[in-house]
């Protein structure tokens, strides 16, 4: 009976809103008056197209993929909207897979391409008494899913086989004029979605556009409904700022707006521990971005291993002025990690790559005799703990001069400068030199 009434008072603040006729503003513009071709469409967004038009269907490929297009930028993936439901998109397609529950999507492979087709949606949702959206699954036309999309510079149509884009809410002239514009009223939209905040501050940071103030104050407003989100969706928004190619704009824009705290408990490590602990992230960023402009490989372990390193160095410092050894100090450190609540929110594969990282460190910044130099250069994770001990360098965490040791070895494969720094060297050095000495006397 509780559990009943709990229920019947859930559904009483709980509303579903209806799409109405509204006006809305569309702008069809021939391809011909942007700087791509259709060549520089996917191969298999255009297959998956031609075959849902020539079955009677529409498709577009929209949002992110179009607004690369017209900005010179390459697309990473491409999306496609249809009014073919899910059921119908899954039987024209030999290799397709239907996924998702509350809105169900038709992952479509062409050779080794996905593409991700999904129904045009209205907007027509369940709320709950905060306003935020708990079930939205209404099938609809073209122009009211471009109702219903976030940012102008979203609500961009291309059609591959006709040659045109279709372009609502005056996107292109937002883009002309270089700035983030949100579709419908601030205050409710960030309601239904605070996730929107964080997406805006990327998609601006990523296509330099600028959020005015009374949009920004709106974000500032609503932030704290980030909190109420599950820990899995802001992570997700979270690897998406890292990847962006512009991480490093991307968190100046948090930090300096007070909506960091509210990203994710790793990012708050930002806002409580020294400038040294700053810098050496800032630096990370800046890396991360360089890499993925240049096409390299990044790892979300290595980002997560700097943003949690303040905490992993303060109490590897207090284990060894209890006594431990560096080695025993780091494992217990770990171990502490590893109880923290804030472990639940990291996946096991970043963390795996976080405590080799860390364990690492400690034999780069401690080794004792050639072999284990042998042995540390052999790991799997050598090169990700070798980035980062530079890195730590660069922000006054290690000396500089062992830092230049190892990257002699690295990058020149020298092995002197670092032998001249191991303790045995060192110690046999004081011998020869005390028995010739004596041998003199």
Request: glycine share 4%; net charge positive; proline share 4%.
């Amino acid at each position: 009976m509780a559990m009943l009434n709990k229920l019947i008072g859930h559904l009483r603040f709980n509303k579903a809103k209806k799409a109405t006729p509204q006006a809305i503003s569309l702008d069809i513009v021939p391809l011909s008056r942007f700087r791509f071709s259709r060549e520089a469409v996917s191969h298999a967004a255009l297959h998956v197209a031609k075959v849902l038009q020539d079955k009677g269907f529409k498709a577009f490929i929209v949002g992110g993929a179009v607004r690369d297009l017209i900005l010179s930028e390459k697309p990473k993936d491409f999306d496609i909207v249809t009014d073919a439901l899910p059921e119908q998109v899954k039987r024209l397609f030999k290799r397709a897979q239907k996924i998702g529950r509350r809105f169900p999507i038709v992952h479509v492979y062409s050779g080794r391409e996905l593409v991700e087709v999904s129904t045009f949606r209205q907007e027509s949702a369940i709320f709950n008494d905060q306003g935020r959206i708990i079930r939205d699954n209404c099938y609809g036309t073209i122009d009211m899913d471009a109702a219903r999309r976030d940012f102008t510079c979203n609500a961009l149509y291309l059609d591959p086989i006709a040659g045109t884009v279709h372009c609502y809410h005056h996107a292109l002239n937002h883009l002309k004029d270089k700035k983030l514009v949100l579709i419908g009223d601030p205050e409710i939209r960030f309601k239904e979605d605070p996730i929107r905040i964080l997406r805006g501050i990327r998609i601006s940071s990523k296509l330099n556009l600028s959020i005015d103030d009374q949009l920004m104050q709106t974000m500032q407003k609503h932030a704290h409904l980030i909190d109420n989100e599950p820990m899995s969706r802001r992570f997700d928004e979270l690897a998406k700022i890292i990847y962006s190619k512009h991480a490093y704009t991307c968190f100046t824009i948090l930090i300096d707006t007070g909506l960091l705290s509210f990203v994710h408990p790793v990012t708050q490590i930002l806002l409580t521990y020294s400038q040294q602990a700053w810098i050496l992230i800032h630096r990370m960023l800046q890396q991360t971005d360089a890499r993925l402009q240049r096409n390299q490989h990044i790892s979300l372990g290595f980002v997560v291993a700097a943003f949690l390193w303040p905490i992993a160095k303060t109490l590897w410092q207090q284990y060894m002025k209890e006594g431990l050894s560096p080695a025993h100090a780091m494992q217990q450190c770990l171990t502490d990690i590893h109880r923290h609540p804030i472990r639940q929110h990291i996946r096991q594969k970043i963390i795996t790559t976080v405590n080799e990282i860390w364990r690492l460190q400690n034999r780069l910044q401690y080794v004792k005799t050639k072999k284990q130099i042998d042995k540390i250069a052999g790991h799997p994770y050598f090169r990700a703990a070798y980035d980062f001990f530079l890195l730590r360098a660069e922000s006054e965490d290690v000396d500089h001069d062992l830092a230049y040791c190892w990257q002699q070895l690295v990058e020149k494969n020298d092995f002197a400068p670092l032998l001249a720094t191991l303790p045995s060297t060192k110690q046999a050095k004081q011998r020869r030199r005390s028995k010739r000495v004596k041998d003199h006397l």
